[in-house]
């Protein structure tokens, strides 16, 4: 057995004025078995790197187990390698092939950087899939690797596989939109303390999702404390049959933007029955005007903005309008309807920042009982109400503080994870086969989260 360190491969660089870098091997002590370096040559932009291959003893016939061989030939095989400072790299192997004085069979002897039948180093198929984990398409790896868009789609998907993460204490669930053959939305679940995507489904129609989780071991699911979700049946129906003993908790995101949704309805609503009345009233034209133009600030929730925001100048000379203040003061008091939106809106920013988990039902109780008692037609914000007292215990969930983290339990992680999957389908130009998108998430995700 031949040990030829990197020292040696240094040694011809040196001498063929070639920079060869750390490439070439994984670190300056690693060595490679059996092989010998005889030249290497940089021609067309493009190294060769010449080898020939040491005889070894202890080689035996792989199909009768025998040791009686003997050299029968030598077999040149051009091996695709890793690029060198940006340069296509090959190594020309020359190696043994041996005769079986048993059964009569010829093969190769082993060796181990390159597998049986293949033109591609072991090393640059660790680099194909080193560089899939990082946010880029097949074809940029592809010239980076400096092999075919095939070749690195397929040792890929060699690699792709099929189970999923342990489900951890904190489990979050949402969608997002990919297409599938299943459906338009594909289902993520996440673990929001490592930062790791469980798995990812291709559908989240409810019979899919309750087969999938039904499939895991009733005691892994049992073990789940809290399970956080937005407002689709589905996810509440599968909660309450399999996961029994965890907490279902509504994303506060979610119920609290039926509310903010509910405002922008009215707002729009009173700004457009003025501009269609086709009124001449130049003042209120100019409160329409006001309502559409500064409708991100009638937004803002107060009790999470500091002052210096509301203080902000508008730039505006006409009818006083100085501050983002005296806007909103302008839009609360010229018209009713809009003022009880407003402080409808408000109070709910109030009672979602300031209650606990031992008042929040009472309080969220009490803000549905006033738009039901509102002198006002508000349509939008009495479909709030509904879907509040539908879904009360698991909106009042949200309040509650988790012993190990001290805070309040969100789907936020899980968000920001929709994003990173849409930004990996964008990147590849869209993906025809799912479970390639699904693999490319987790491997890109989880490559640092293991």
């Known amino acids: 057995v031949v040990m030829v360190k990197i020292n040696y491969i240094s040694t011809m660089v040196e001498h063929s004025s070639i920079n060869l870098g750390h490439n070439f091997v994984h670190d300056d002590w690693q ?10 040559d940089f021609i067309n932009n493009t190294y060769k790197i010449l080898a020939n291959q040491i005889r070894d003893s202890s080689t035996t016939c792989p199909k009768c187990g025998g040791n009686a061989l003997t050299k029968n030939s030598d077999n040149i095989r051009q091996i695709k390698h890793i690029p060198i400072n940006g340069f296509p790299c090959f190594i020309i192997l020359k190696q043994i092939r041996y005769k079986c004085t048993y059964c009569f069979s010829t093969f190769n002897q082993h ?24 946010k880029q398409s097949f074809k940029d790896v592809s010239i980076r690797t400096n092999v075919s868009q095939t070749t690195v789609s397929n040792e890929f998907k060699k690699n792709i596989h099929s189970y999923r993460c342990h489900l951890s204490r904190i489990i979050c669930i949402d969608e997002f939109k990919a297409s599938t053959i299943a459906g338009k939305y594909a289902l993520i679940i996440g673990n929001p303390e490592s930062g790791q995507i469980l798995d990812i489904l ?19 699911r049992l073990s789940v404390e809290y399970v956080i979700t937005d407002l689709f049946e589905s ?21 609290i933007r039926l509310a903010t949704e509910a405002f922008n309805k009215t707002r729009i609503s009173i700004m457009n029955n003025i501009i269609k009345s086709k009124t001449s009233d130049k003042e209120m034209l100019y409160y329409a005007s006001v309502l559409k133009k500064y409708y991100k600030f009638l937004l803002a929730n107060t009790y999470s903005k500091e002052a210096w925001y509301f203080d902000q100048q508008v730039f505006h000379n006409s009818h006083g309008l100085t501050t983002y203040q005296t806007v909103i003061e302008y839009c609360v008091n010229n018209n009713r309807e809009f003022e009880e939106a407003y402080l ?3 109070e709910l920013y109030k009672i979602a920042r300031f209650s606990s988990f ?8 009490g803000w549905c009982k006033k738009v039901e008692t509102s002198e006002f037609i508000l349509s939008e914000f009495k479909k ?33 994870k929709n994003n990173f999957c849409k930004v990996i389908k964008r990147i590849g130009f869209g993906y025809s086969d799912f479970d390639v998108f699904r693999y490319k998430i987790i491997n890109s995700n989880n490559k640092t989260k293991n």
């Open 235 to 255: 996810y509440r129906s599968v909660c309450k049959n399999l996961f029994r003993n965890s907490i279902h908790i509504v994303d506060r995101f979610h119920w």
């Open 344 to 346: 409808l809106l408000q």
């Open 384 to 416: 709030t109400a509904l879907t509040y007292k539908s879904w009360i215990k698991g909106i009042v969930n949200s309040f509650i503080i988790d012993s190990v983290t001290h805070t309040r339990l969100t789907n936020g992680f899980i968000e920001g």
């Open 111 to 134: 060796t181990s950087f390159i597998n049986k039948g293949c033109n591609l180093s072991n090393r640059i198929k660790e680099n194909i899939l080193n560089e899939s984990k990082y």
């Open 202 to 220: 291709p559908s989240r129609l409810h019979d899919y999702i309750y087969h999938y989780f039904n499939t895991i071991d009733k005691t892994e």
């Open 358 to 365: 031992d008042n929040a039902r009472e309080n969220l109780l």
């Open 31 to 40: 060595t490679v078995k059996n092989i010998t370096i005889t030249k290497l």
